[in-house]
């Protein structure tokens, strides 16, 4: 009889500790998706849930931002690199206006969709999305920050994986040229 309750209450542990690991799992999982400004979560989480789950950093974060020049058919853009999650999570929010011929390119880790949205924006934007070769896949023109304003806020993604997401001032897409299956060109540190 002691050999059979030694058993269960070793499995019993066992079924114990691999439980906490999946919790630990799942834990860090939605603790690396709710950092932003992907939204790396589940597309069936409905667009309020995964806004809720977001967070702004706070205006006393100060990000300093490499830049890369994107060549385009009717012009280059200056472009910022957003390629950690702060600072994507952070973005143009709080900008008051963005030049022509600059811009905004954020780098994920991986192609898949990506998701934008217009919190904390002063300004309209177009965003391009590109996939891993560089190749605009999509087009958002002319997106108002009243988008945010919905309940729920409106969300902006990719139809296909996208690994690089630019933005742009309204109109400048058009302006340089910009179309879907062009190939841009531009260097990063990935």
């Known amino acids: ?10 499995f ?5 500790i691999f439980l906490l690991g999946i919790v630990a799992a799942l834990q860090n999982l939605l603790a690396r998706s709710s950092a932003f400004p992907n939204f790396q979560n589940s597309p069936n989480q409905t667009e309020a849930q995964t806004v809720e789950n977001s967070q702004t950093p706070t205006s006393s974060q100060i990000f300093s931002y490499a ?20 600072r994507q999570t952070q973005g143009l929010s709080g900008k008051t206006s963005l ?26 934007l177009d965003i391009v999305w590109l996939d891993q070769n560089k190749k605009v896949v999509s087009i958002s023109a002319n997106i108002s920050p009243d988008t945010y304003k919905k309940n729920p806020p409106k969300i902006f993604y990719s139809p296909t994986p996208a690994l ?6 309204s109109g400048d897409a058009n302006r340089l040229g910009i179309a879907s299956g062009l190939l841009l060109s531009f260097e990063t540190a990935r």
Do not use: H
Request: a negative charge; glycine letters at 8%.
């Open 67 to 86: 830049t890369t020049t994107i060549s385009a058919p009717n012009g280059n853009i200056t472009a910022q690199i957003a390629d950690t999650p702060d």
């Open 1 to 10: 009889m002691g050999k059979n309750l030694s058993r269960k209450i070793f």
């Open 164 to 169: 690089y997401v630019i933005e742009l001032p």
């Open 12 to 16: 019993t542990a066992v079924i114990i």
């Open 99 to 124: 030049p022509q011929g600059t811009g905004m390119i954020f780098i994920f880790n991986d192609a898949g969709p990506q998701y934008m949205w217009m919190k904390d924006m002063d300004f309209p």
